[in-house]
C-alpha cells in the first residue's frame, strides 16, 4: 500500500485516505516531578519548610522573609488520571508586607531548556500547563525567571470553585532579551505565588527586567488560616497549545530526579563498601546511580552514634563523628569517611553501615 508522509502535520495519510497520527514526542515537559509522585526527602508526611527547601523531589519553597506560614506535603488528592498532589496549607491568617515573596517553584536546568531559543531572536513560545485546586477561589499569580532574576514573566489564572480540581494554561511568547542559561545551572523557574507583596508582583502577561514573582493584585494563601492549594501535572512544553501531560515510567521519573537528590538508606543490608585506613577511620565509595547534576554536598541524619563500621574481625564499632565526603565528589562517585575511636583492623575491607532502616545518607546537587 501506498504511504503518503504528511510534512504539514503530525500524521502519515494512507492511499485509501485514512490517516494514522504519529506518536507524540517523548520528553515533552520540561518539568520533572511535574505529577508529584516523588518524594525521597519527606514521603507522606507534613512538613514545614525554610526559605528554600526543597520538599517533593525537584519542588522548593520560598519562604521570605518568616518560616512556618504554610507546610507542604504530598497529597492522594488528585484528579482523574493522577495519584499524587502537592498540597500546600497555610499556617495562619498573614497578611504580609509589600516585600513578602510566598511561592512553590522549580527550577529546569539549562541544558533542558537550551533548544528554547531564549535572549536570542528565534525564542520559541512555550504553554505552561497544570491542574490546581484551592479551598479557595479568585485570581492567582505566578512567574517565570531566568537565573539572575533580571527577566520574569508574571501570569495570572483563575480558580473559580473552591475545592475542585480545575485545568490552567498559560501560553508564554519565548523571550527575545536577557541572558538565559543553557548550562547545567539555573535555566528557567517557575514559580507559583502563594503570597508575594507588591514590590515583587508585577503586570501579567509581559516580560519584564523587575524581578517579580506573581502577578499584581494575586490570591494570598497565606492570608487566610487553613486555606489549601492543591497542584499536580504541571507541564512547560514548547508551542502556542497545552499538550496532554507526557507521563513518563515512574523509574525514569526516578532516574531524573536523582540527577538533583538522592537519598540513600544505609543498614545492615544495604551498606556502602571500603576499607579502613588506619584503627580510627574507614574510607568508603559510593557511585551515584545516575550521574548528578554538579558535586553533590552530604546531608546525614541523627548523630555520629546512628552510624558504624563494620568488620568481619572486630564486628561493628559504632562513629564518634558523622560521615562526611573527602574533598570534593565528583558527579559519578563519592569517597566518604567514618570515624571510629579505635578498634579498627588497618587494611581491612569494611562496609560503612548504620542502627537503623531511617539513618541516610543523601546527596544534593540542586539547583
Given at each position: 500500500m501506498t504511504t503518503i508522509i504528511n510534512g504539514s502535520s503530525p500524521s502519515i495519510t494512507f492511499s485509501d485516505g485514512s490517516a494514522q497520527t504519529s506518536a507524540t514526542q517523548p520528553?515533552?515537559?520540561?518539568?520533572?516531578?511535574?505529577?508529584?509522585?516523588?518524594?525521597?526527602?519527606?514521603?507522606?508526611?507534613?512538613?514545614?519548610?525554610?526559605?528554600?527547601?526543597?520538599?517533593?523531589?525537584?519542588?522548593?519553597?520560598?519562604?521570605?522573609?518568616?518560616?512556618?506560614?504554610?507546610?507542604v506535603a504530598q497529597s492522594t488528592t488528585a484528579p482523574t488520571g493522577f495519584n499524587?498532589?502537592?498540597?500546600?496549607?497555610?499556617?495562619?491568617a498573614y497578611s504580609g508586607?509589600?516585600?513578602?515573596?510566598?511561592?512553590?517553584?522549580?527550577?529546569?536546568?539549562?541544558?533542558?531548556t537550551a533548544d528554547l531559543g531564549w535572549g536570542t531572536a528565534n525564542a520559541k513560545t512555550v504553554t505552561l500547563s497544570?491542574?490546581?485546586?484551592?479551598?479557595?477561589?479568585?485570581?492567582?499569580g505566578g512567574a517565570l525567571q531566568n537565573s539572575d532574576g533580571t527577566r520574569n514573566y508574571p501570569y495570572s489564572y483563575t480558580i473559580s470553585v473552591a475545592n475542585t480540581f480545575e485545568y490552567k494554561s498559560v501560553t508564554i511568547a519565548g523571550d527575545t532579551s536577557g541572558t538565559w542559561l543553557t548550562t547545567n545551572g539555573r535555566g528557567i523557574g517557575i514559580y507559583f505565588g502563594l503570597g508575594v507583596g507588591s514590590t515583587y508582583s508585577g503586570t501579567a502577561g509581559a516580560w519584564s527586567g523587575s524581578n517579580f514573582y506573581s502577578a499584581t493584585g494575586a490570591t494570598s494563601v497565606v492570608a487566610t488560616n487553613g486555606a489549601t492549594w492543591f497542584i499536580t501535572g504541571c507541564q512547560l512544553g514548547v508551542?502556542?497549545?497545552?499538550?496532554?501531560?507526557?507521563?513518563?515510567p515512574n523509574g525514569t521519573e526516578f532516574n531524573l530526579c536523582m540527577r538533583y537528590y538522592y537519598k540513600l538508606l544505609i543498614n545492615e543490608f544495604g551498606a556502602i563498601n571500603g576499607f579502613c585506613d588506619t584503627s580510627t577511620n574507614g574510607i568508603f565509595f559510593y557511585q551515584f546511580p545516575v550521574p548528578m547534576r554538579s558535586?553533590?554536598?552530604?546531608?546525614?541524619?541523627?548523630?555520629?552514634?546512628?552510624?558504624?563500621?563494620?568488620?568481619?574481625?572486630?564486628?561493628?564499632?559504632?562513629?564518634?563523628?558523622?560521615?562526611?565526603?573527602?574533598?570534593?565528589?565528583?558527579?559519578?562517585?563519592?569517597?566518604i569517611q567514618g570515624y571510629t575511636a579505635g578498634s579498627l583492623t588497618t587494611n581491612s575491607g569494611a562496609g560503612l553501615t548504620s542502627d537503623g532502616a531511617s539513618t541516610f545518607l543523601a546527596f544534593s546537587a540542586e539547583l
Amino acid at each position: 500500500m501506498t504511504t503518503i508522509i504528511n510534512g504539514s502535520s503530525p500524521s502519515i495519510t494512507f492511499s485509501d485516505g485514512s490517516a494514522q497520527t504519529s506518536a507524540t514526542q517523548p520528553f515533552q515537559n520540561r518539568i520533572i516531578n511535574g505529577a508529584m509522585v516523588v518524594s525521597q526527602r519527606n514521603g507522606t508526611s507534613t512538613v514545614n519548610p525554610a526559605n528554600a527547601d526543597v520538599t517533593l523531589d525537584r519542588w522548593g519553597s520560598n519562604m521570605f522573609p518568616n518560616a512556618s506560614k504554610y507546610t507542604v506535603a504530598q497529597s492522594t488528592t488528585a484528579p482523574t488520571g493522577f495519584n499524587n498532589s502537592l498540597l500546600v496549607t497555610s499556617s495562619s491568617a498573614y497578611s504580609g508586607g509589600a516585600t513578602d515573596i510566598y511561592t512553590q517553584f522549580q527550577w529546569i536546568e539549562g541544558f533542558n531548556t537550551a533548544d528554547l531559543g531564549w535572549g536570542t531572536a528565534n525564542a520559541k513560545t512555550v504553554t505552561l500547563s497544570f491542574w490546581v485546586r484551592s479551598s479557595l477561589t479568585g485570581t492567582f499569580g505566578g512567574a517565570l525567571q531566568n537565573s539572575d532574576g533580571t527577566r520574569n514573566y508574571p501570569y495570572s489564572y483563575t480558580i473559580s470553585v473552591a475545592n475542585t480540581f480545575e485545568y490552567k494554561s498559560v501560553t508564554i511568547a519565548g523571550d527575545t532579551s536577557g541572558t538565559w542559561l543553557t548550562t547545567n545551572g539555573r535555566g528557567i523557574g517557575i514559580y507559583f505565588g502563594l503570597g508575594v507583596g507588591s514590590t515583587y508582583s508585577g503586570t501579567a502577561g509581559a516580560w519584564s527586567g523587575s524581578n517579580f514573582y506573581s502577578a499584581t493584585g494575586a490570591t494570598s494563601v497565606v492570608a487566610t488560616n487553613g486555606a489549601t492549594w492543591f497542584i499536580t501535572g504541571c507541564q512547560l512544553g514548547v508551542g502556542s497549545t497545552a499538550t496532554s501531560f507526557d507521563y513518563r515510567p515512574n523509574g525514569t521519573e526516578f532516574n531524573l530526579c536523582m540527577r538533583y537528590y538522592y537519598k540513600l538508606l544505609i543498614n545492615e543490608f544495604g551498606a556502602i563498601n571500603g576499607f579502613c585506613d588506619t584503627s580510627t577511620n574507614g574510607i568508603f565509595f559510593y557511585q551515584f546511580p545516575v550521574p548528578m547534576r554538579s558535586s553533590p554536598t552530604l546531608e546525614t541524619t541523627g548523630s555520629a552514634s546512628n552510624y558504624g563500621i563494620r568488620q568481619p574481625s572486630t564486628g561493628l564499632v559504632s562513629c564518634n563523628a558523622v560521615p562526611a565526603i573527602i574533598g570534593t565528589a565528583s558527579v559519578g562517585v563519592a569517597r566518604i569517611q567514618g570515624y571510629t575511636a579505635g578498634s579498627l583492623t588497618t587494611n581491612s575491607g569494611a562496609g560503612l553501615t548504620s542502627d537503623g532502616a531511617s539513618t541516610f545518607l543523601a546527596f544534593s546537587a540542586e539547583l
